[in-house]
């Protein structure tokens, strides 16, 4: 089955497919910059899922996915790789920091629950597919029954009138004249002459007495819902509600897609999506590892790591809508290792990751790429932005340069952020151009070299001030 990626005007559809490698890194080139070797291990990762959908079940179900640790200080685009990769693959993606979990027995979140939090977001996307399906049929039938409420239909004749040969006079008119009215109704809802009209519609109630249920292993692991129940054991009251007709009408749609969505099936889907398909971004890898102390704040370091090590290679999970294996879900682990390593966590774990990538910091030509070349670069974000005061912004090369010399400079001289500290030093440098924009209706701004130094000189230049703003 060919997977289509979402198409842009300027851009053909591409089956998923279809695309090689190589494809698969010129995609990711478009959102991040530099870091060629997580993108070739994270393309090559994918490019396998797709080859391992071609093979007999058999083989199939004895290819693992080849797991990825991604090495690097924060800010050089490790998630944003991971992101991108699942969009492009039109897969559940789910980003978790390791460093939320802890040991069975301790308080706070067990890692099955990643696992939960990947079919609902698997559920909601499948959903979503389904509504763009059956959207055209939904509002058809919510016109159809807000014109009943306009116009209601007209009751037909008696069958033991008709039977003793009666037939009302004018019936066969009063049906076409019926029909005609309601065709201009439909015309004039459809232009938008009827929004302010108000009806009565009946309203489904969703006030049912809040509580909630706590246990030491959290909500997520009742296996019965009992909100989605109440409704089923008291039945769904309804209630009569005034409201105006562009709202009832968006309403109506919403219960008929509710209505003509089967729900069991998006389940279905969804779980396959997430058993063939799941993406799960483990960030923050680095901060469970490290061996134990025997006390304080590190005791449970390497039981969140025996815990995550089940789920990472192949086991069976307990969700609120089935069983969900985890055999063929790609984990890609991201960590700066600044005092631990990778060798430091348990070799088991380490086993389950077969891929390791460094990501470089960096350099100021990256800093000047990015605030360009990438699709939504910051340069094309804070330009449209201030366009819509009606501002014209214009940047010169001279003043990118110096705001990736900044960039470089502050990252070097304190915490090394990476691509985050661009966002900082550009909120400083339009400070007061995105205060006054509203003032400066029509007006063409050049930002220019000078313009930005005289906005940093101050802060760059105390030290300690620089630290806290920048």
Aim: charged share 35%; no cysteine; proline share 4%.
């Amino acid at each position: 089955m060919a997977i289509y990626l979402p198409g842009t005007v300027d851009e053909e559809q591409i089956a998923l497919d279809e695309l090689t490698p190589r494809e698969i890194v010129a995609e990711l080139d478009k959102h991040v910059v530099g870091q060629k070797d997580a993108k070739r291990a994270v393309a090559i990762a994918l490019r396998n899922r797709m080859r391992r959908q071609k093979l007999p079940p058999e083989l199939a179900e004895e290819v693992i996915p080849k797991n990825i640790i991604m090495i690097g200080p924060t800010g050089v685009g490790k998630t944003e790789i991971a992101r991108r990769l699942a969009k492009l693959a039109n897969s559940p993606f789910l980003k978790v920091e390791a460093s939320k979990f802890t040991e069975v027995g301790y308080v706070g979140r067990d890692v099955e629950s990643m696992i939960r939090d990947l079919v609902e977001i698997a559920i909601e996307m499948v959903r979503e597919e389904k509504l763009e399906d059956v959207s055209d049929k939904a509002e058809l039938n919510a016109e159809e029954r807000l014109l009943d409420i306009l116009l209601p239909p007209v009751v037909p004749p008696r069958p033991d009138t008709a039977q003793a040969g009666f037939v009302l006079e004018g019936t066969t008119s009063s049906g076409d004249s019926q029909s005609r009215t309601r065709e201009k109704l439909r015309q004039q809802l459809r232009e938008g002459k009827l929004d302010e009209r108000m009806v009565e519609i009946d309203v489904r109630e969703r006030n049912f007495p809040s509580f909630e249920i706590i246990s030491n292993q959290g909500a997520e692991e009742m296996d019965v819902n009992i909100k989605d129940m109440l409704p089923n054991i008291f039945g769904q009251r309804t209630k009569k509600r005034k409201m105006k007709v562009n709202e009832a009408l968006e309403y109506l749609i919403q219960e008929e897609e509710q209505r003509l969505i089967d729900m069991d099936q998006v389940t279905r889907t969804a779980i396959d999506r997430v058993e063939d398909s799941g993406i799960i971004f483990l960030d923050e890898i680095d901060k469970i590892a490290g061996r134990e102390s025997g006390h304080g704040p590190d005791v449970s370091r390497e039981g969140v790591q025996r815990d995550i090590l089940p789920i990472v290679e192949g086991t069976t999970v307990n969700t609120r809508y089935g069983m969900v294996r985890t055999d063929h879900i790609l984990f890609v682990a991201a960590g700066a290792f600044h005092v631990s390593k990778p060798s430091d966590l348990i070799p088991e774990l380490q086993g389950r990751f077969p891929i390791r990538v460094e990501l470089k910091s960096l350099t100021m030509e990256d800093f000047i790429r990015i605030l360009t070349e990438p699709k939504s670069s910051l340069v094309k974000q804070y330009t449209a932005l201030l366009e819509t005061e009606g501002v014209k912004l214009e940047f010169t090369k001279d003043s990118l340069d110096e705001i990736a010399r900044f960039a470089f400079r502050v990252n070097e001289g304190t915490e090394n952020i990476g691509a985050r500290r661009l966002h900082t030093i550009m909120e400083r440098v339009l400070d007061d151009i995105s205060f006054d924009a509203p003032d400066k209706k029509g007006e063409h701004i050049k930002i220019d070299a000078d313009y930005v130094r005289h906005m940093l000189a101050d802060i760059v230049k105390d030290q300690d001030l620089s630290r806290y703003i920048l």
